[in-house]
């Protein structure tokens, strides 16, 4: 990893065999777009492929893609994204980062495109983006990664949680309903739901997760350590 990419990709080992990356999203701009400030994500987005520098960590139909992109924000979310699960994927696989691909479901969760017993999934908020990659084939693995903001739990509470899990988070703090919350994305992304179901079908309960009304068997689960003002979650098959 060359000095640049130190300074904002950072790799962890998590508990239940998986290879965490970490960019940080600020520290990529400052590398590539050091014109557009990390604050004015909300610009149109630019032709990427007259960036210095991106050829060697993205091959020319992955920066093709997200030069279509409208909005910068976007476009760096995405590249974080994708840069994340390369540097992942070559530690685990032993191959090289920019020769990694992601292709996507039709329901779009990404897979590795010449290694797809390899499981990943991706997030990203605020200023970082994350990816898990599975150390073991044909293991399903989810992450999600959310931005602690004050206030906003109320309206996430409305459209997101069931009464028996509001009932049950009386009184906790934000950080228990965020830990909550993104356990509940991160098993819709194991099952490859996302944005296709409901958030109230999935419900993060004392006695465990929840679907449909169900205990789900067969998985774990963890909410590791992460930045400060962020939660991560994580979900496998068991």
Same mark, same amino acid.
């Given at each position: 990893m060359n000095p640049s990419l130190e300074q904002m990709v950072r790799l962890? !080992?998590?508990? $239940? $065999?998986?290879?965490?990356? +970490?960019? +940080?999203? @600020?520290a990529f701009m400052g590398a590539f777009l050091p014109e557009f400030p990390s604050g004015k994500r909300g610009l149109p987005g630019v032709d990427l492929q007259a960036v210095t520098g991106l050829s060697a960590l993205f091959t020319d139909a992955e920066i093709e893609r997200a030069s279509g992109f409208r909005v910068l924000k976007k476009q760096a979310e995405w590249l974080c994204g994708r840069l994340a699960v390369k540097q992942a994927a070559a530690e685990v696989l032993s191959v090289s980062p920019r020769g990694v691909t992601v292709d996507t479901e039709p329901e779009g969760a990404p897979f590795l495109a010449d290694h797809s017993a390899t499981h990943i999934s991706i997030s990203h908020s605020g200023d970082h983006a994350v990816a898990v990659v599975s150390t073991r084939k044909e293991r399903r693995v989810a992450v999600d990664l959310e931005q602690v903001e004050a206030g906003r739990m109320p309206h996430v509470a409305r459209v997101a949680f069931t009464p028996r899990e509001i009932a049950e988070l009386n009184g906790a703090s +934000? @950080?228990?309903w965020y830990r909550r919350w993104t356990l509940k994305e991160a098993y819709l992304k194991y099952i490859a739901k996302g944005f296709h179901e409901s958030l109230k079908k999935v419900e993060i309960l004392n006695r465990g997760?929840?679907?449909?009304g169900e205990v789900v068997t067969g998985i774990a689960w963890d909410?590791? @350590?992460? !930045? +400060?003002g962020y939660q991560l979650s994580v979900v496998w098959q068991a």
């Open positions: 962890s !080992r998590l508990d $239940g $065999g998986m290879v965490l990356a +970490d960019v +940080d999203i @600020a +934000d @950080a228990e997760i929840c679907h449909n909410t590791p @350590a992460f !930045r +400060d």
